[in-house]
């Protein structure tokens, strides 16, 4: 769930239906991580970005996904 005004700003910013479907799901933000994920995969299936690329990518996708599990602080 959207918890925050700023993400549901840029939220908007996407076609209606894949919106939809993320708003949808229990956790959006986890959605998120995991179709930038299947999107990175089918670029390295395609021979698109390199393994190295997609590895440093896929270690980016991981630590966003770390960070959005810790509590807020601020």
């Given at each position: 769930?959207?918890?925050?005004?700023?993400?549901?700003?840029?939220?908007?910013?996407?076609?209606?239906?894949?919106?939809?479907?993320?708003?949808?799901?229990?956790?959006?933000?986890?959605?998120?991580?995991?179709?930038?994920?299947?999107?990175?995969?089918?670029?390295?299936?395609?021979?698109?970005?390199?393994?190295?690329?997609?590895?440093?990518?896929?270690n980016?996708?991981?630590s966003?996904?770390?960070?959005?599990?810790?509590?807020?602080?601020?």
């Open positions: 769930m959207v918890d925050d005004e700023d993400t549901r700003t840029e939220l908007k910013k996407i076609p209606t239906e894949e919106h939809d479907r993320l708003i949808a799901n229990v956790n959006t933000y986890k959605c998120i991580i995991n179709e930038q994920s299947r999107d990175l995969l089918k670029l390295r299936k395609d021979n698109l970005i390199k393994d190295f690329r997609h590895m440093e990518m896929v980016l996708l991981k966003f996904y770390t960070l959005q599990g810790k509590k807020r602080t601020y």
